[in-house]
């Protein structure tokens, strides 16, 4: 079994009931009238439950922005009301803050609601299954951490799930956060910023970008022009890539970089896997291509 192409079809459900889940979260924090930052002081409310919310434990989660810019977002949630600071160097939750969380999340349920993709026998097959490669994964030594994971796993139990969709994206979520954990603590081995190794990702899925839409595409997490210049700089320093005329390419040796950080990635990612028997796989695969 090719475990890279069962992820892949996995990852394409998710993205499917994405489309939906996405549409009417957005649409909810448009009718709460929620600032443009919501995602990132609500997100941290689902992941962190009653554990005050921090920049450095927020970032540990999602490393490639900046900690100035998630400051300033917190700062803002607490003007609008949704935290209050807990006298230290964090926030938690107000009740509108929460109210807002719990709004959201069951609206993105809501939206799977009439969704059928398949008799639920065989949805409760595919959790089953999940459910069996998350607590291997869980169960794996560490390093890496499993901090994301495990925070989603602690705290996700907060917010009820309705519909058997849901029970997809809380499993898938859990998998999916080890992964991003596994791959940010094999990239950020080699001592690379998490928006520099974001732009040489970037950077690597074209021969050449011009370093104008390399800005663009990225600048999304609140970063300036200046920044990205000198994370080009950094990377060409290390020779990953090379710029001229204001276009960036990855270079051999960053091509050959990114891809020992992405094999290394799937080596961990996947270990957990063998929890499963080869026609267990077989039979996971068949269901996630329905």
């Known amino acids: 079994m090719n475990l890279k192409t069962l992820w892949s079809a996995l990852e394409d459900v998710y993205d499917i009931l994405g489309g939906y889940g996405f549409a009417a979260m957005n649409k909810a924090a448009t009718d709460m009238e929620l600032k443009p930052d919501w995602s990132t002081w609500l997100f941290a409310i689902w992941l962190f ?23 300033e977002c917190f700062v803002s949630a607490v003007q609008h009301g949704y935290l ?6 964090g926030y938690i939750p107000t009740e509108l803050g929460m109210k807002a969380a719990h709004k959201v999340w069951r609206v993105a349920g809501d939206s799977l609601a009439p969704l059928k993709p398949m008799p639920e026998a065989q949805m409760e097959k595919v959790f089953d299954y999940l459910a069996r490669i998350g607590e291997a994964a869980l169960s794996a030594p560490e390093p890496p951490s499993h901090y994301f994971m495990s925070h989603k796993r602690e705290n996700y139990k907060l917010f009820p799930i ?11 979520g859990e998998l999916s956060a080890y992964r991003d954990e596994m791959y940010v603590a094999t990239w950020g081995a080699h001592g690379v910023a998490g928006h520099a190794w974001e732009a040489l990702d970037f950077i690597s899925q074209s021969d050449a970008i011009p370093f104008d839409d390399l800005h663009a595409k990225l600048s999304r997490r609140g970063m300036t022009e200046k920044i990205h ?9 290390r020779g990953l890539v090379e710029e001229g005329s204001g276009v960036v390419q990855i270079t051999p040796k960053g091509k050959q970089k990114r891809a020992e950080v992405e094999a290394e990635t799937d080596h961990l990612f996947f270990a ?3 929890c499963l028997s080869e026609s267990e796989l077989e039979e996971l695969a068949s269901l996630a291509n329905q």
């Open 49 to 71: 439950g009653s554990e005050p919310i921090t920049t450095p434990n927020f970032m540990r989660i999602f490393p490639y922005g900046l900690a100035h810019h998630n400051d």
């Open 84 to 89: 209050i600071s807990d006298g230290k160097n």
């Open 162 to 172: 309705l519909y058997p969709l849901e029970r997809f994206i809380i499993l898938f």
């Open 229 to 237: 210049a000198g994370d080009v700089k950094e990377l060409a320093r």
């Open 272 to 274: 957990p896997w063998s």
